[in-house]
């Protein structure tokens, strides 16, 4: 199951890094039809800003997977300790709760935008279950990583990091 989590959080981040590659092409169309050809578009605004925010829930699990969220191992630098696997699973467990209060709030919001069939306002009207359904889905899989990372914390270890690699 852990491996299957890793995997999915895995694909998620380099969905997630296509997606804001594909958001800065978009921008860019966006500007040299603005400036160039004076004919903006109406649908950059709103397809990249849907990009981008799904973008940047998917990154999340991918990140923490990594190890590549803010790390402070002032106190606790030892990772075999057993004052350190505690520490990490305190705040593990942290984000475990805070992605089951984001997912409960966030699934209630996109099933009440899904049900009443809420559209954004624009000239695209694209309905609001396609940005809402961002939030549960990131954070439903950022939780299954931090539970993944419990689990690893406690059988595989901490992975160490190199000092100098976080001082560059």
């Known amino acids: 199951m852990i491996r299957i989590i890793d995997i999915l959080s895995e694909y998620a981040g380099r969905l997630s890094a296509w997606m804001f590659f594909a958001v800065g ?13 004076i004919a903006p ?27 590549e969220m803010i790390v402070i191992d002032m106190a606790f630098r030892d990772t075999e300790s057993t004052a350190r696997k505690i520490v990490e699973c305190f705040s593990l467990i942290v984000i475990v709760i805070f992605c089951c209060v984001a997912v409960w709030y966030g699934f209630e919001l996109w099933l ?9 306002d624009s000239y695209l009207g694209t309905p609001k279950w396609l940005s809402d359904a ?6 439903g ?3 299954l990583q931090a539970i993944a990372e419990i689990v690893k914390v406690w059988t595989i270890g901490i992975p160490k990091r190199d000092i100098l690699e976080d001082a560059v």
């Open 112 to 120: 009440r935008a899904t049900l009443r069939g809420h559209t954004t």
């Open 41 to 67: 578009t109406i649908w950059v605004d709103e397809v990249a800003r849907i990009m981008q925010i799904w973008a940047a829930y998917l990154a999340g699990a991918f990140a923490l997977k990594h190890r």
């Open 25 to 37: 092409l978009f921008i860019c169309y966006e500007v040299f039809m603005r400036h160039v050809f």
């Open 134 to 139: 961002s939030i549960w889905v990131g954070f």
């Open 141 to 143: 899989l950022l939780g």
